[in-house]
């Protein structure tokens, strides 16, 4: 969007491919996703937004999709067949929750940024399983659990999603939303580099006057960091530069979640799914206590999707990728080998001949994560937390001039990538204007 104002742009990016959790990379003949699945409103929402608004037409296909649930075995879809597994009150309890989300105004929404979502369900019902539900859905929205989650973000990801009815996966992958950002960047006269480490962002007199990469000094009058807003104070910057109020107040900034994935490549077709969100356990607390102990349930808490099945080309011809990830805080024990297992064993019950059929599988631990794009393997980024919403979101503007922080971190609203994009088109929308 800057390259098309006419601003002359110069990229830096750290890794050799673009997009940090929205790329792909290839592993024998397979597309991999690195993190993202499915992108909540797809074309529809800000990802197809930014395209619009530099005249790019969409060149993005997605396929969509509803999701699935399942508990103990059984799969069903979310919220309508519930009402044969939950008593009739508790199901009228969840649909006026539900209906009261939709009808809410904003103003009424953003009165909820600083209340958790369990403490609002809990209004409406105390029914296991609904709450259960609504974790499962909180927990694709804004990697993180109910009794932390922001009420009023997880609304506005809800409305939001429930009017576009466009969940959706992109062909050939989430690397294909870089790819076109990239191309786009490129068409314009942007300059992209790769591999391009960032050692400091210099400051002189309050004001930004360029990055340091290696030991050339890149000058620029603006910059817009996506390196994580803890990253880019304490690290490229430095404390000294900024009032300990604010050093105190984006240390004290809590991530969303994370946690593992397990990717499986598989010699033929096994299943239909796209994607389902397995319920392991209605005791949610308990579980996680348990996990945070290094004591791992019986049966997990799983976000399963198959890419393959959304998209032919991210799998030759006959053969299925599977992707496998599991909610956790982000501190405890994490024993990798024995998460795989337990990861495997619950996906073979929806999977069956899962290791059987298995070509290559590749696991990646929260803390692998978070040493590839930093922010301890978080999810998302800066939580949409209880009080971590709304007005209280980290602002996109620093008190250092000429310095902004954007993507998972900053400004913006919605499900993870279409809060980072979303973040973008507030900084252009309501700082562009002051960039020379």
Not at 194 to 211: F, S, Y
Not at 301 to 319: H, R, Y
Request: aromatic content about 6%; charged content about 25%; overall charge neutral.
């Amino acid at each position: 969007m800057l390259v098309h104002k006419g601003r002359r742009v110069l990229l830096l990016e750290k890794n050799r491919a673009l997009g940090g959790r929205l790329s792909s990379f290839e592993r024998a003949g397979f597309r991999v996703d690195l993190g993202v699945h499915v992108i909540s409103r797809s074309d529809k929402g800000p990802v197809g937004e930014v395209l619009r608004r530099v005249g790019i037409p969409n060149p993005i296909i997605y396929t969509h999709v509803r999701p699935l649930s399942s508990y103990q075995g059984k799969t069903f879809i979310f919220p309508h067949d519930l009402k044969n597994m939950v008593s009739p009150a508790d199901f009228s309890a969840l649909t006026s929750f539900l209906q009261d989300i939709r009808s809410m105004s904003a103003d009424k929404v953003k009165e909820h940024d600083n209340v958790d979502i369990r403490s609002l369900l809990f209004q409406y019902t105390k029914e296991p399983l609904v709450h259960a539900c609504i974790w499962n859905v909180c927990s694709v929205y804004m990697c993180l659990p109910t009794w932390l989650a922001s009420a009023g973000e997880f609304m506005r990801c809800l409305r939001m999603e429930s009017e576009a009815r466009a969940s959706g996966y992109p062909e050939g992958g989430c690397g294909a939303i870089s790819d076109a950002y990239g191309n786009g960047i490129r068409k314009f006269g942007g300059e992209i580099k790769l591999g391009a480490k960032v050692q400091k962002i210099e400051v002189r007199n309050g004001k930004v006057v360029g990055v340091l990469v290696g030991d050339e000094l890149c000058k620029a009058d603006i910059v817009v960091s996506n390196a994580d807003i803890k990253n880019t104070v304490m690290n490229l910057i430095g404390v000294e530069h900024f009032t300990s109020d604010y050093v105190d107040y984006v240390n004290n900034l809590q991530y969303s979640w994370g946690g593992p994935v397990v990717r499986v490549a598989l010699n033929r077709r096994l299943t239909d799914i796209k994607m389902l969100t397995q319920i392991g356990s209605t005791e949610l607390e308990d579980y996680y206590k348990k996990l945070e102990s290094g004591i791992i349930p019986d049966e997990l808490n799983l976000l399963l999707v198959v890419p393959s099945n959304f998209s032919a080309n991210v799998a030759p011809e006959g053969k299925q990728l599977v992707c496998i990830a599991t909610p956790t805080p982000g501190k405890g024990k994490e024993p990798k080998e024995k998460m795989t297992e337990a990861i495997l064993k619950t996906a073979e019950k929806y999977i069956p001949g899962l290791r059987e059929n298995t070509m290559w599988l590749s696991a990646m631990s929260r803390n692998e994560l978070g040493k590839m794009v930093g922010e301890d393997g978080a999810g998302i980024g800066i939580g949409q937390i209880a009080g971590q919403c709304g007005d209280n979101r980290p602002k996109i503007a620093t008190p250092i001039e000429g310095l902004y922080i954007v993507g998972g971190e900053a400004g913006g609203t919605g499900v993870g990538v279409e809060l980072c994009v979303s973040s973008a088109i507030e900084f252009i929308d309501e700082h562009c204007p002051i960039v020379k």
